[in-house]
């Protein structure tokens, strides 16, 4: 039995192995219980996360798009003005 001769280096890792492979069906049923809330509160953290995001880039877009109306209709306003205002007239 010279694999387990010196416990420190290696008996002690294929005992916690063993160890751990028993206390496995007392262990996983108790973690999930704790567990599956943590997984759901984590899910439903992040799909409000992205409905936050969302709405707040629909906001950002509708900004722009007013944004953007408003130029236009300046730009319009002004090549309407340019046209109308007759060229100075050349005084001689």
């Not at 387990?4 to 262990?27: C, E, H, Q, V, Y």
């Not at 759901?40 to 409905?51: D, E, I, M, N, Y």
């Not at 798009?65 to 300046?74: C, G, K, N, S």
Request: glycine share 6%.
């Amino acid at each position: 039995m010279a694999l387990l001769d010196n416990g420190f280096k290696i008996g002690t890792p294929i005992l916690l192995g063993i160890g751990a492979l028993l206390l496995a069906p007392m262990i996983i049923p108790a973690a999930a219980s704790v567990l599956k809330p943590l997984a759901k509160a984590t899910v439903k953290s992040g799909l409000l996360f992205v409905q936050k995001g969302r709405e707040l880039l629909a906001d950002t877009a509708e900004a722009l798009e007013d944004i953007t109306a408003e130029v236009r209709a300046e730009l319009i306003a002004e090549r309407a003005a340019s046209a109308e205002t007759p060229e100075a007239e050349v005084v001689s």
